[in-house]
C-alpha cells in the first residue's frame, strides 16, 4: 500500500515494504529490509551498527506529508569479507540507490549510517541533493567496540548502550535484547568490531571541504560518542552547512527527539524545494 501525502498512517513500517537483495563487493547477495512510503522527492534513511529502520520510524511520520521516505535496513553485522567494512557497506548503498531509488536524493544518515552518506556525498555526489548527519563518524569517533566482549552479559550491553543516550528512559529495552543476541554470536561481534575499525580508520577530514551538497547537522550536544566538537568541525568544512542542536540528547536523536529531528528535517526538505 502506498499512502498519499495527506495521509500519515499510524505505522510507517506496517505501509509498504520491499523486499530486494543486493550483491556487495564479497559477490553475495545480501538481502535488505526497505520501507518505502508515500510520494515526491526521496528521502533516504541511513541506520548506525546496530540501528533498526523503525529507529527512524517518528522521525519519517514528520516527513512524509513532503516527501517520499525510504528506510533502507541493511544486515550489517551479517556481513563478511568485502562487503564488511565502511568501503562495503557504502558500496552496498551506492548499488541500492542506483538500482531502486533512480534519483538523487536527500541522505540521512546517523552514526556508522552518516559516515556512509558522507562518503556518497564525496564519491559519487550524482546521487544526492542533500545531506543529513547525525551524530555522524568520520572524524571524531569514540566507540564502546573496543571494550566489546565475544559473548557479552546483558548487564553490560544495558550499561553500553545506555552511555548512547542522555535520558536512559529512551533506551529501548527491545534493542538491548536484540544487540544481546546478536553480539552473542562470535561471527556478528567480529564482524560489529571490524566495521567500527574500518570506519575509524576511514578518516574524511582531510576531504570533507569538498562537500557540495547542502548539509543539515542534527547533534545532541550530551553525544559522547560523537561529540559536540566532531559537529564543529564538520561545520566548518562543509561549505554549504548549517547546524540544529538538540539539549539534553545523547547520541541518538532520532530515538531521543523524534518530533524535533523530523520537524528540522521537514524544514530542510522545504528548504531544497525552494533552492530548485
Same mark, same amino acid.
Not at 550483491?23 to 510520494?39: E, Y
Not at 536527500?106 to 547525525?134: E, K, M, Q, T
Not at 544487540?179 to 560489529?192: D, F, I, N, Q, Y
Given at each position: 500500500?502506498?499512502?498519499?501525502?495527506?495521509?500519515?498512517?499510524?505505522? $510507517?513500517?506496517? /505501509?509498504?515494504?520491499? %523486499?530486494?537483495? #543486493?550483491? +556487495? &563487493?564479497?559477490?553475495?547477495?545480501?538481502?535488505?529490509? *526497505?520501507?518505502?512510503?508515500?510520494?515526491?522527492?526521496?528521502?533516504?534513511?541511513?541506520?548506525?551498527?546496530?540501528?533498526?529502520?523503525?529507529?527512524?520510524?517518528?522521525?519519517?511520520?514528520?516527513?512524509?506529508?513532503?516527501?517520499?521516505?525510504?528506510?533502507?535496513?541493511?544486515?550489517?553485522?551479517?556481513?563478511?569479507?568485502?562487503?564488511?567494512?565502511?568501503?562495503?557497506?557504502?558500496?552496498?548503498?551506492?548499488?541500492?540507490?542506483?538500482?531502486?531509488?533512480?534519483?538523487?536524493?536527500?541522505?540521512?544518515?546517523?552514526?556508522?549510517?552518516?559516515?556512509?552518506? $558522507?562518503?556518497? /556525498?564525496?564519491?559519487? %555526489?550524482?546521487? #544526492?541533493? +542533500? &545531506?543529513?548527519?547525525?551524530?555522524?563518524?568520520?572524524? *571524531?569517533?569514540?566507540?564502546?567496540?573496543?571494550?566489546?566482549?565475544?559473548?557479552?552479559?546483558?548487564?553490560?550491553?544495558?550499561?553500553?548502550?545506555?552511555?548512547?543516550?542522555?535520558?536512559?528512559?529512551?533506551?529501548?529495552?527491545?534493542?538491548?535484547?536484540?544487540?544481546?543476541?546478536?553480539?552473542?554470536?562470535?561471527?556478528?561481534?567480529?564482524?560489529?568490531?571490524?566495521?567500527?575499525?574500518?570506519?575509524?580508520?576511514?578518516?574524511?577530514?582531510?576531504?570533507?571541504?569538498?562537500?557540495?551538497?547542502?548539509?543539515?547537522?542534527?547533534?545532541?550536544?550530551?553525544?559522547?560518542?560523537?561529540?559536540?566538537?566532531?559537529?564543529?568541525?564538520?561545520?566548518?568544512?562543509?561549505?554549504?552547512?548549517?547546524?540544529?542542536?538538540?539539549?539534553?540528547?545523547?547520541?541518538?536523536?532520532?530515538?531521543?527527539?523524534?518530533?524535533?529531528?523530523?520537524?528540522?528535517?521537514?524544514?530542510?526538505?522545504?528548504?531544497?524545494?525552494?533552492?530548485?
Amino acid at each position: 500500500m502506498t499512502t498519499t501525502p495527506s495521509q500519515s498512517p499510524p505505522s $510507517l513500517l506496517a /505501509a509498504r515494504k520491499a %523486499p530486494l537483495s #543486493l550483491t +556487495g &563487493l564479497a559477490g553475495v547477495k545480501v538481502p535488505v529490509d *526497505i520501507v518505502d512510503i508515500s510520494v515526491g522527492k526521496p528521502v533516504v534513511f541511513l541506520h548506525g551498527l546496530v540501528g533498526l529502520n523503525d529507529h527512524w520510524e517518528d522521525v519519517a511520520k514528520r516527513v512524509v506529508p513532503r516527501a517520499r521516505c525510504v528506510m533502507l535496513q541493511l544486515p550489517l553485522l551479517d556481513l563478511r569479507g568485502e562487503d564488511c567494512s565502511i568501503h562495503g557497506a557504502t558500496e552496498l548503498t551506492i548499488r541500492f540507490l542506483d538500482r531502486y531509488v533512480h534519483e538523487p536524493a536527500i541522505l540521512v544518515g546517523n552514526s556508522f549510517g552518516g559516515h556512509v552518506a $558522507l562518503r556518497i /556525498a564525496l564519491d559519487r %555526489p550524482d546521487l #544526492l541533493r +542533500g &545531506l543529513v548527519l547525525a551524530g555522524s563518524s568520520g572524524l *571524531i569517533e569514540r566507540t564502546m567496540v573496543r571494550e566489546v566482549q565475544i559473548r557479552p552479559s546483558r548487564e553490560w550491553l544495558s550499561e553500553k548502550i545506555g552511555e548512547l543516550f542522555f535520558d536512559r528512559a529512551k533506551m529501548r529495552e527491545a534493542d538491548v535484547d536484540r544487540a544481546h543476541h546478536e553480539l552473542s554470536e562470535r561471527g556478528h561481534a567480529r564482524a560489529m568490531v571490524k566495521l567500527s575499525r574500518s570506519a575509524r580508520r576511514n578518516h574524511l577530514g582531510e576531504r570533507i571541504h569538498t562537500v557540495q551538497a547542502p548539509t543539515l547537522l542534527i547533534w545532541g550536544r550530551q553525544d559522547i560518542v560523537t561529540p559536540p566538537e566532531a559537529c564543529e568541525e564538520f561545520q566548518r568544512k562543509i561549505k554549504d552547512a548549517r547546524t540544529v542542536w538538540f539539549d539534553q540528547c545523547g547520541h541518538a536523536p532520532m530515538i531521543e527527539c523524534p518530533d524535533l529531528f523530523g520537524d528540522a528535517l521537514a524544514e530542510f526538505v522545504t528548504e531544497l524545494e525552494r533552492r530548485s
